[in-house]
């Protein structure tokens, strides 16, 4: 997240390997001319796509414009476009072959001279996860990364996700990268990060003089924190059958979520304060032992079922994946942050696929009021109240409070305050990589995670894939398509005496 100053971002090449890859079609090329529109993108930046597959600079260019009539926002200012297609060059190599690094160096040696991109690069890792690591050692060894010699300009990767598969795999991803770069050029991105109302918790809660006092375990009950699809594996069953909910939404998406809720607060916006922040919550939050995995983690799949009225598939009927799978497409746990602020104070995570509604949020429920004095008033059904962080799709901040119904007697009704985040203007177009792609071309690493939060990560992780891994699920297909997931999803809170909070409403208050 950028400072509030507007610069243009510094010229460069930005090479994206694997550029044939979706990635680029719906997201960066999208972005990348949001960007431009904005002002944000420089003049003399070059875009240098590299991949296995053989095609003519023409050819490519012609899927790429294809694509934004299908990705891009509409209508298309085609000038614009033509402006940022025409600095799309095209290398065809193999990820590990010696002599494709040696051309794109001289291709960029090329494009600093001829285009000004003053040796500034921006390696963009689009590719499956195995060739990381190679693509970096390469680079490294084409004098491309860290460089051995001196160079001009500032070298920075991208890293998307999956990172590594469990804890000692992500370590070495990390020793292969940071054989090649350092820290600080490395950023490993996660597009939830990217999204407006996610940056938004932040400036809510520090940018209030209102929530930070009672943000603690003296005033909240418990926290939710929800990301329901209901779309299933979209066609990636083979990737997902190596990932799972855990490892594909909880490890990475929710934990930077959770993290964001339950830091302290920074002392500046910079990039490191803010993650160091953020990392001590994740180191805060003890992984469990076998015993506390069975009692503290739920794990589901789903069965045939309807949505928006139409049946869907079995997961295990989906192509690519097994007959038999254990896969979990559905995730829960309670973990507790070990902290003086959080003792005691539980957060429940869930992620799945196929769920009833698309709806991602995190619910802060506050103790309940003492319930004396309303006794006689419907004081049994008092609903404590809550902050409902909405991150999508309808972007907004709910508060649940109770009220009077209007009449002679006293009588409790809950009602609730929204705030819809459109209200605040012009929503900016946005695929949620706009941001991150200027920030790394800024060289803001805040949204991104660092090789410490990573490891924190995994750490929580890990035990928890190893139990699953150890006892195969016994119950699967244990949800149907269209609900809210397993029934041990909901009894993980019963024996709290707690509820997860299932949005119902079809409608949105901040509907048109
Ligand atoms: C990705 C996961 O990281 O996030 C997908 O790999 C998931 O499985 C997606 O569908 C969800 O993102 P969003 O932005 O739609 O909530």
Request: proline content about 6%.
């Amino acid at each position: 997240m950028a400072s509030s100053e507007q610069q243009t971002a510094d010229p460069c090449v930005l090479v994206i390997f694997g550029a044939t890859g979706d990635l680029t079609k719906r997201k960066l090329m999208p972005a990348l001319y949001n960007l431009a529109r904005s002002g944000l993108l420089p003049d003399n930046l070059a875009i240098l796509a590299f991949a296995r597959r053989v095609h003519t600079i023409e050819n490519f260019r012609r899927d790429l414009t294809d694509a934004m009539q299908q990705f891009g926002p509409q209508p298309l200012d085609a000038g614009l476009w033509e402006r940022i297609v025409a600095r799309v060059t095209y290398l065809t190599g193999d990820y590990a072959d010696p002599a494709a690094y040696a051309t794109m160096r001289q291709v960029l040696e090329q494009s600093d001279a001829e285009r000004g991109t003053r040796g500034n690069y921006l390696y963009y890792l689009a590719t499956p996860p195995e060739v990381f690591a190679e693509v970096a050692r390469q680079l490294s060894a084409a004098g491309l990364a860290r460089g051995s010699q001196p160079f001009q300009g500032w070298r920075r990767i991208v890293v998307e996700k999956p990172f590594g598969h469990d804890l000692a795999s992500a370590r070495a991803l990390d020793g292969e990268l940071q054989a090649a770069f350092d820290e600080s050029q490395i950023f490993r991105i996660d597009h939830y990060l990217g999204k407006e109302t996610v940056q938004n918790v932040l400036v809510f809660r520090f940018a209030n003089g209102i929530f930070e006092p009672i943000w603690n375990r003296r005033y909240i009950d418990h926290v939710q924190i929800t990301a329901a699809e209901s779309v299933g594996v979209e066609g990636r069953g083979g990737y997902y059958e190596s990932a799972g909910a855990l490892r594909d939404m909880i490890q990475n998406h929710l934990f930077q979520l959770l993290a964001l809720v339950a830091m302290e607060p920074p002392i500046s916006f910079d990039g490191d304060v803010i993650r160091d922040q953020k990392v001590r919550v994740l180191q805060a939050i003890k992984p469990m032992d076998d015993e506390e995995i069975i009692r503290r983690s739920v794990r589901g799949q789903y069965g045939p079922g309807v949505i928006g009225g139409t049946p869907v598939p079995a997961y295990r009927d989906e192509p690519s994946v097994g007959r038999d799978s254990p896969t979990e497409t559905f995730a829960a746990l309670k973990l507790n942050v070990e902290n003086w602020r959080w003792a005691d104070v539980p957060f429940y995570l869930r992620a799945g696929k196929r769920m009833a509604r698309r709806e991602t949020e995190i619910v802060i429920q506050f103790r309940r009021a003492p319930v004396l004095l309303f006794r006689s008033a419907g004081a049994a059904s008092l609903q404590p109240n809550r902050l409902i962080l909405r991150i999508q799709p309808d972007e907004r901040i709910e508060v649940q409070f109770q009220a009077k119904r209007p009449g002679a007697i006293v009588r409790l009704a809950p009602a609730q305050m929204n705030f819809c985040y459109g209200d605040l203007g012009e929503s900016v177009l946005s695929t949620g990589y706009e941001t991150l792609l200027y920030d790394v071309m800024i060289g803001d690493s805040m949204l991104f995670h660092r090789a410490d939060m990573v490891d924190a990560a995994w750490r929580v992780a890990t035990p928890i894939l190893d139990v699953w891994g150890a006892l195969p699920p016994r119950d699967f297909p244990n949800y149907s398509a269209g609900s809210w997931g397993p029934a041990a999803a909901d009894r993980l809170l019963e024996r709290d005496r707690r509820v997860w909070q299932n949005p119902e409403q079809e409608q949105s208050p901040c509907d048109p």
